[in-house]
Nanobody
Framework: QVQLVESGGGLVQPGGSLRLSCVASKNIPTISVMSWHRQAPGKQRESVASITDGSVTTYSDSVKGRFTISRDADRKTIYLQMNSLKPEDTAIYYC?????????WGQGTQVTISS
């Protein structure tokens, strides 16, 4: 089964930037959607951004204009460029793969925004 491996999390000061990566362990179906989600302590998991096989992107209102999702041509790797980070962005960030038949979650990577 395909696995998603995330990296790039860490501790950043407010206003700083981070770039998260998510790599699939094997080739995935042509028609698929990959996305980023996050969960802060004591809060529900929320969708952050998504990108389709046709490179159509969506963003939550809270990150629009600050975050950018992108996908490699081989469709196995996605990124989340996070700029102008705020303390409220602190959360565990998860990568997700959706196909017509299944979905897979990554293990999550911690992002902490603090001065």
């Amino acid at each position: 089964q395909v696995q998603l491996v995330e990296s790039g999390g860490g501790l950043v000061q407010p206003g700083g930037s981070l770039r998260l990566s998510c790599v699939a362990s094997k080739n995935i179906p042509t028609i698929s959607v990959m996305s980023w989600h996050r969960q802060a302590p004591g809060k529900q998991r929320e969708s952050v951004a998504s990108i389709t096989d046709g490179s159509v992107t969506t963003y939550s209102d809270s990150v629009k204009g600050r975050f950018t999702i992108s996908r490699d041509a081989d469709r196995k790797t996605i990124y989340l460029q996070m700029n102008s980070l705020k303390p409220e962005d602190t959360a565990i960030y998860y990568c997700k793969l959706n196909t017509n038949e299944y979905h897979v979650w990554g293990q999550g990577t911690q992002v902490t925004i603090s001065s």
